[in-house]
């Protein structure tokens, strides 16, 4: 691919600069921190955005650059990306409780080497826990050794998509641009990712590939309260639908899939889910949107 000067960049010069905004979590940060330190690549910057020193962990790495500031997951990735924007080739955004394989950040390279249409990309999860009571440390690195022992291929595309999962996006950093978060998103910022990709794609493509992998594992704990993520269910699909970053369709049916998850299994809630909160968020979110007042920020109101 080509540099910001002109000058061409292969997979093995490319720069990736890995940004990782976290709150509440600093063991999670130091496990994914020791993940990074493996990489056959080696990134050319890490950036923690926290909100204070209580979400860094021990023993900090001094290459680690932080940034702090104010709560929020889209306002944390921003400011994670102003600090290494004109300074690498690649941007990727991992979650706090993401584990790459060793060869994630080289499979990073090599796609966006050898598809220089691509804007941005999502690798292969070898398990998400998100929808279950989390993937343990062991699991998750059982899984990632297991996955590192397979002979490595040419990287592949394995999907054109309109957006990207947030716990591992990949984007050239060309076609960022002057692209933004959405700081309306407030808090957990649910569905910035669609948001945020949404934004690239008359730059690029946005794929689904086999180039990298990792393990989410859907850590619970240190999120936004099942009240706040309810009403957020329902005001920020439409929010961005009015924005014309999501299809009005798909709004819809997310904001409806939501509404009947949330309805029934709060007869059975999950042990790790605030069913009846995410009712309650709901449908102040439905009242909102029915009187006109619907502003993803209210949450920040919101207890």
Sequence with gaps: MTGEH??????????IAVVIATLGRPAEVGQLLVRLDRQNHRPSAIVLSVTGDADLPPDLPGHVAVVAGGKGLPAQRNRGMDLVRGECDVI?????????????????AALFELHPDVAGANGRLLADGINSRGVGLEEAEALIAAHDRL??????????MFGLYGCNMVYRTAAIGDARFDERLALYGWQEDIDFAAQLLPRGRLVRTDAFAGVHRGVKGARTSGAKLGYSQVVNPLYLSRKGTMPPR??????LNNLLANHLKALRPEPWVDRWGRVRGNWRGVWHVLTGRDDPRHILDMR
């Design 250 to 255: 798909y709004a819809a049916r997310l904001v």
């Design 151 to 160: 002979p490595r291929s040419s990287p592949r595309i394995l999907k054109d």
């Design 92 to 108: 990727a955004f991992l979650d706090d409780d993401y584990l790459p394989s060793d060869h994630a950040l080289a499979g990073m």
């Design 6 to 15: 002109g000058t061409t960049v292969t997979a093995d010069t490319t720069r």
